[in-house]
């Protein structure tokens, strides 16, 4: 028995609500949060298991949604390592959550890459839709995540790190990182 399963047993299995909401494609709520969500984290690893996790922010909407199994996140200029990019080459499968701020449940969405060539940017009219653009704000490429799986993450997390309590938003607005190596 592996230990995964081993978990299971003892604590009673997987919940049944946890059981009954991976969906294989986005349903009315889950795309309603998504168009509502400024901010992602992409996941992705190469074929030896290498990480990268990668924010991805915008207007509320910025990643598209091309239909119920599919998405068309943006790529814009930034450091250019190309992290993500590198791991798509020895393995196509990638993984997004998608939160709201000041809201606790997340989405979760995992499926396989392609990467959208500019002529998929143009048959969608994608450009950046993002605050405080910079000179480094363009459009560099694009991303198409088949969806293999989608589904609502409770919000347990953010309650643990009361994540979204303003007076601690507000004082860490005025830290600097230097700060932090007094904490």
């Not at 701020?101 to 500019?118: H, I, Y």
Request: proline share 5%.
């Amino acid at each position: 028995m592996s230990r995964v399963e081993a978990l299971r047993e003892e604590l009673g299995g997987v919940h049944p609500g946890a059981a009954k909401k991976v969906k294989d494609h986005l349903d009315d709520y889950l795309t309603a949060f998504i168009n509502n969500s400024p901010f992602a984290v992409l996941a992705t690893s190469n074929a030896t298991g290498d990480c990268d996790a990668s924010p991805k922010g915008g207007l509320p909407g910025f990643i598209k949604i091309v239909d119920e199994r599919t998405l068309l996140i943006p790529d814009l200029g930034g450091n250019r390592l190309f992290q993500s990019y590198e791991n798509f080459e020895t393995n196509s499968k990638a993984g997004l959550i998608f939160m709201i701020p000041g809201m606790s449940v997340t989405v979760r969405v995992n499926g396989k890459v392609t990467l959208a060539d500019e002529a998929t940017l143009a048959d969608h009219a994608i450009v950046p839709e993002i605050n405080n653009p910079d000179d480094n704000s363009n459009l560099v490429q694009g991303i198409l995540l088949s969806i293999d799986e989608a589904y609502f993450h409770c919000p347990r997390a953010f309650q643990f790190a009361d994540l979204w309590d303003t007076e601690t938003i507000a004082a860490n607005s005025e830290r600097s990182l230097s700060s932090l190596l007094s904490s």
